[in-house]
């Protein structure tokens, strides 16, 4: 069974040059606050796969794969959504190496595997986070949900606006 982990000790796995290692763990993950709106992550503790590689040194080479559900508001009509989200994340970590080959996740030996799960979530959600691929929104002029209004949802003809009237007088010839 899967073993709950928010933390992990590299150190502990004994690993030489070249060797690796692939757990199964459980994560948590924080819910996430986007534009304003707050969406929880389900299930609370995310059963994870986590890869790690002993480099040539002193360094790692970590996989961090799972599956999520994120539920909060659809930005479009304001219902319930609630998409599934896998991801897949690589960190490197080259102690006495260039910035980029430092991991923010690994101090040490310790890994901070709840903040790097939070952080590859919110890499790999979409850019709105929709109750349906195909959601028609909120109606701009009164509010009611397309989706269920049907296609003759309409306001009827509204009379033009009076600040381009003038444009009307310009002919093209």
Known sequence: MPVRTDSFELHGLHLSSGAGRRLDLYVSVDPLVLGGERYVIEPAQIPARLDVSRTTGEGYALRLRFDAT????CVRCLEPAAPKISVEAREVSAPGGDAELRSPYLDGE???LRTWARDALALSLPAKVLCREDCAGLCPECGADLNQAGP???HGERAPDRRWAKLSELRQE
């Open 152 to 154: 003759d949802h309409g």
């Open 110 to 112: 310790l890994l901070d």
């Open 70 to 73: 994120v539920s909060g508001p």
